[in-house]
């Protein structure tokens, strides 16, 4: 019998052996059908002595393992934990410039290595691109090798099935007693043995009594368990579990096809940020945008036509919750005005819900106070006025922002540094601070300074920041610096008749990132598909059992590829079955 020999060896070999792993076997490019050596390869050192062109074979070989993919998607993970840590140019240039500037050389050295541009940055890059040749490169074979084993039948018995870790044996004809029946292994897995038939004879009279008869009912039991079958003259192969291996690359395309979805969005889409005062109108041009990040081949040209009014801004936080929770934000509620064309929709902005708009969406990120100043010369004329957005330092939203006014009226500009405390109070050394984040006692403190602001240079400033190396502070006739002190409609006089500011009134602003993603409908397919290729390839089974006839006897024989603890089983029950099962 050189046929079942060969089954055997095949069988007994690496690809399909007992216990072996499946990731092991897969990765060692085995035919799945059992019709090869199928030897489980190990990653080797390159010999010293292949070449050029053989050093580049072995890198190409190793870069399209799976064991490759999954290395470089945990890298691509970790490479994007400092994105989350540290401020991004893209969502907040004010902030990674003060970072850099608070940090001196450690600063410095971390923009050098773009960590502030950490999903633009050459090194995230690569290690992206080189992500999806390894999964394309190690799905496309994977893939072949799958399709030509679920074309083929389940390989024949090898010829000694009694080597097979699950093995179980029963009587073909209807003389076979019930001792021998449970000596031969038939002890069902609920614990009762072949003969316990009511009248005293062996439960295998009800068993088959002829070898045809017997293999077609193995071949219905196996069939209806949900195997592939393949009958034999005087066995019956089967194999089931091809869904698994269908799940594991349905697994890593759907890895692959999030990563091109992933990329697709950076290139085709573009994100923005604004900061809007209440009051204040948004329009959907690259000049309303505060910083504008397009992707390499976006049209600026497809901009949508639309207008975003911020009509209201509530806020609150708690003042009733004692320890950690007093002064947690519990609200957020923009009211905005979405208007296109003639048409006009009032909506709700919140965290976590943006408005969508003809493909955008519009989130709210953050939000603070803008107070409006006003500032005249000596002469009485007005030459600053409007909201001044000040960034939250702190939970109590003590902020900081600064004043310019290039125009005051004489041959110097003039500066102003302040800081707005929201709820002023005094601490027992009569320091001001802000006790909690809401408008309740609002104060406006600032120094004002005289000079050049070197807004000419042509080197780009923060809005949020006064370059003070051009300009003088201004200081009370004592010589102390001043110190202006406003509350909402206080004006104060600024000394040597330079004019006055005053604090008008205090109004409330929010953050908006506008992100357009043309790409984005398809990351939820994808998403789906891969944690249904997960399920398949994690619970599904794979094995084969193979039921053949050996004269007056019943050989029923199982075998799993890697850890399936059902197998035992399942080669019980379809022993039962076969046992119990008359012909019809």
């Not at 976590?352 to 708009?357: G, I, Q």
Request: aromatic residues 8%; proline residues 5%; glycine residues 10%.
């Amino acid at each position: 019998m050189e046929n079942q020999d060969g089954a055997e060896a095949r069988d007994t070999g690496g690809a399909f052996s007992v216990g072996a792993r499946e990731h092991q076997v897969l990765e060692s490019g085995a035919a799945e059908s059992g019709g090869g050596s199928g030897k489980k390869q190990r990653a080797k050192a390159a010999p010293a002595d292949i070449g050029v062109v053989g050093m580049l074979r072995w890198a190409w070989r190793q870069l399209t393992t799976m064991r490759a993919a999954l290395i470089l998607l945990l890298v691509l993970a970790l490479a994007a934990i400092p994105g989350s840590l540290l401020p991004q140019r893209i969502q907040d240039p004010a902030t990674v410039a003060r970072f850099i500037e608070e940090n001196g050389t450690l600063g410095e050295v971390l923009d050098a290595v773009q960590l502030f541009d950490v999903y633009s940055s050459f090194w995230f890059s690569a290690v992206y691109i080189l992500l999806m040749v390894s999964l394309v490169g190690c799905i496309v074979p994977r893939t072949k090798q799958h399709w030509k084993a679920m074309r083929q039948q389940p390989p024949k018995a090898p010829r000694r099935l009694s080597r097979m870790p699950v093995y179980r044996t029963l009587p073909l004809s209807a003389e076979g007693d019930a001792s021998a029946a449970a000596g031969s292994g038939t002890e069902t897995a609920s614990g009762m043995t072949a003969a316990s038939g009511a009248d005293g004879s062996a439960a295998a009279s009800a068993a088959p009594r002829t070898r045809e008869q017997l293999l077609d009912r193995a071949e219905s039991v196996l069939r209806r368990a949900g195997y592939r079958v393949a009958r034999s003259e005087d066995h019956v192969a089967a194999e089931r579990g091809h869904l698994r291996e269908t799940g594991n690359l349905l697994f890593h395309i759907s890895i692959l096809g999030v990563v091109i979805v992933m990329a697709l969005g950076g290139l085709l889409g573009y994100s923005g940020q604004r900061v809007l005062v209440e009051g204040e109108t948004f329009t959907n041009s690259l000049v309303s945008y505060d910083s504008f990040e397009p992707g390499a081949y976006f049209d600026p040209d497809a901009l949508v036509d639309y207008r975003l009014t911020l009509d209201d801004f509530e806020t609150r936080w708690d003042d009733q919750a004692t320890g950690a929770q007093f002064g947690q934000p519990r609200l957020f509620d923009a009211k905005v005005t979405l208007s296109r064309g003639e048409e006009s929709q009032q909506l709700m902005l919140r965290p976590n819900e943006p408005v969508r708009v003809d493909g955008s969406r519009v989130y709210l990120l953050g939000n603070g106070y803008a107070p409006v100043v006003t500032v005249r010369n000596g002469a009485g004329d007005v030459t600053f006025s409007g909201p001044v957005v000040f960034l939250p330092q702190d939970g109590a939203n003590t902020s900081r922002g600064v004043v310019k006014v290039p125009d005051s009226g004489t041959d110097e500009q003039l500066g102003f540094v302040g800081v707005f405390l929201p709820t002023a109070a005094q601490n027992e050394n009569g320091e001001l601070y802000s006790q909690f984040a809401e408008l309740r006692n609002p104060l406006l403190v600032m120094s004002a300074f005289e000079g050049d602001l070197g807004l000419d240079s042509g080197t780009p400033q923060s809005v949020y920041e006064l370059d003070a190396d051009e300009m003088t502070e201004l200081t009370e006739p004592d010589g102390s610096p001043l110190q202006l002190v406003l509350t909402p409609g206080d004006t104060v006089e600024l000394p040597g008749g330079r004019g006055s500011i005053t604090l008008d009134d205090v109004r409330k602003y929010v953050g908006m990132d506008i992100r357009h993603d043309p790409a984005q409908v398809w990351m939820l397919p994808f998403t789906a598909a891969l944690f249904l290729g997960l399920a398949a390839s994690l619970f599904v089974p794979r094995r084969r059992v193979w039921v053949r006839v050996r004269g007056e006897e019943v050989e029923v024989a199982g075998l799993a590829r890697g850890e399936d603890p059902r197998v035992e089983a399942a080669v019980e029950d379809i022993a039962r079955r076969l046992e119990l099962e008359s012909p019809r």
